[in-house]
């Protein structure tokens, strides 16, 4: 993956059992634990992991800072000259949605980039179209389910999971392969911090 001239990323491990991982300001990537439990191969977790550093390449976290900042301080002007109800309402209606879908737009952003870098790596694009449908059977195993699409920052799965499908058939990627494993001693190690917690904690 092509980055930014000086960025480094930097990767940290978070012992939760949240199934996700995010990128923020820094370079800085962070995996959970839950997510590593999950994962079945190589290749998802990678998916996952080109997915963020995409977000980094293309410098979604400061754009999307910029964007909250400015309008921020838009609210604060409105909200200073007509009362915070109708800057409340703002924020509720119009201005949400609109940020919304620059949100969904770098989403899929980083999205294109990481299956180009999947396939670039494995030589083959398996793993792409499992990892939005892991997160999926998380959220209902947890009793959540997907909003509608105007209240969503994040495409929705299968839309998502459809559009790459597309993505992937126009590229003629080969839309699977061999799979790497995820390395015995990083399972060891996941496994070690999952059972020393309390399972009242982290379930």
């Known amino acids: 993956m092509t980055l930014p001239e000086g960025m480094v990323v930097r990767a940290h491990y978070v012992d939760e059992p949240v199934v996700n991982a995010f990128a923020t300001l820094g370079g800085h990537i962070a995996v959970y634990r839950g997510l590593l439990e999950r994962v079945p191969d190589e290749n998802l977790l990678a998916m ?7 977000h980094l390449q293309h410098r979604h976290p400061i754009r999307s800072l910029g ?8 609210l604060t002007m409105l909200s200073a000259s007509v ?6 309402r703002v924020l509720g209606a119009s201005g949400m949605l609109t940020l919304m879908t620059f949100s969904r737009a770098q989403e899929e952003q980083a999205d294109d980039t990481a299956l180009e870098a999947l396939a670039a790596v494995y030589g083959h694009a398996g793993g792409a179209l ?5 997160m999926r059977e998380a959220a209902r195993a947890n009793g959540r389910s997907e909003p509608p699409k105007f209240l969503s ?3 929705l799965t299968q839309a998502r999971v459809d559009r790459l499908a597309s993505a992937i058939a126009r590229a003629g990627l080969r839309p699977d392969g061999p799979r790497a494993p995820i390395p015995a001693a990083v399972r060891s190690a996941i496994e070690r911090d999952a059972k020393g917690r309390d399972p009242r904690r982290t379930g």
């Open 48 to 54: 996952v992991v080109a997915h963020e550093i995409g």
């Open 67 to 74: 964007r909250g900042v400015a309008f921020g301080a838009a």
């Open 83 to 88: 009362g915070g109800q109708v800057a409340d």
């Open 153 to 155: 920052t994040h495409p």
């Open 130 to 134: 499992e990892t939005f449908r892991l």
